[in-house]
């Protein structure tokens, strides 16, 4: 195959392309990707030079850039993640999510239309649970429940799942979708909370839990996310989507103290210690309460099960952060940045955070 990967310096699409490339000779890899703030060419560092593996900075919102990467490069398979991913930024500026999550979406399927012929192809698209909304307690997300999103970063990618799912139906391209619970793991950009909460327990410095704390997510690990994204492109069925989680849901106040408790284990810390920098901070708007996926359909038809569970998996996530201080260093200072202003342009180095531990209205 040529697969068409877009967003893979981000922190799905890098641990996806870090797993595929290598274990894949077989298949060529293209990685589209612009390269904003929440891309980092260190993560694909590993990847780097392979014959199969190629890289080309592109917007997907440029609507003849997009055409022109179809035209030379002619992929028949495309695993679009690229995307605006943070649901505070899209608080504060949601513009950006709409023109890359549903325009840039957009751009992309009709450029697959525009070089496939009927039938021809395969566009997987990598979605989220969130466009569901929230659920009262004891209820699971299943593939048939009604789109509700709360937030312009949910929204928009339930507006992309519709084009994806209308050019699936109208023109017969073949699509398939996953709808995927909260990724943590090495390599994720410090202003979600996993990474964020273990940035600021190694520094001592609070950690804002918002409102109480008690809002429930489901968390999966990233590689488990990127396998399953794997098995549908490989065995999945075209017009179908699949949930994909953690069979983990959570209250956000149960990882933090879970954080507290690890990075004690590891750093010889007290952990009352730790405890005693949570402060809860005015609640987000908009803030889904409760999401839970039920994963059987991928269980069953797919044999996909999360490999890992959440307490392992987060212990040894710690551990990573620990290990890798120099890229934590380079992501929170803003150094990261300094290869792609050497080597690309990049419409978002404006925006880059010189101090992205800190939690805020502003990137
Ligand atoms: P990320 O923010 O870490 O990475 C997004 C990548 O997309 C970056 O490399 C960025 O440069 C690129 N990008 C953004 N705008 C672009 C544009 N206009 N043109 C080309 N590239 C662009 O995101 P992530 O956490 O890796 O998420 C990847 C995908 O998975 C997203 O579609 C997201 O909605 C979905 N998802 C994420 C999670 C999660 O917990 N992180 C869960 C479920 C689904
Ligand atoms: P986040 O990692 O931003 O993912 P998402 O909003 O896509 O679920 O947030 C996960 C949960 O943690 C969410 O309920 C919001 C909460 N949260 C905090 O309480 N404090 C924080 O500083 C952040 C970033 C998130």
Redesign the pocket.
Known sequence: MRILVTGGAGFIGSTLLNTLVPRHPEHQFLNVDVLTYAANPANLAVIEGRENYEFEQVDITDEAGVRSVFDKWRPNCVIHLAAES???RSIHGPRAFMLTNILGTFNLLEAARATWTEGEGLFHHVSTD?VYGSLADGEFFSEDSPYDPSSPYSASKASSDHLVRSHGRTYNMPIRISNCS?NYGPMQFP???IP?MIGNLLKRRPL???GR?L?V?DWLHVSDHCEAIWAIVQHGTNGESYNVGGNCPMR?IDVVYTLCALVAEATGTDEDELRSLVCFVED?PG?DLRYAVDASKIAQELGVVPSRDFSDGLRSTVQWYLQNQEWVQAVTDGSYRDWIEQNYSSRATATISKDTSK?GPTP
């Open positions: 943070h649901v505070d969130e909260n202003e979600k909370l964020l804002p839990v918002y704390g809002n997510r956000n987000r803030h939690n």
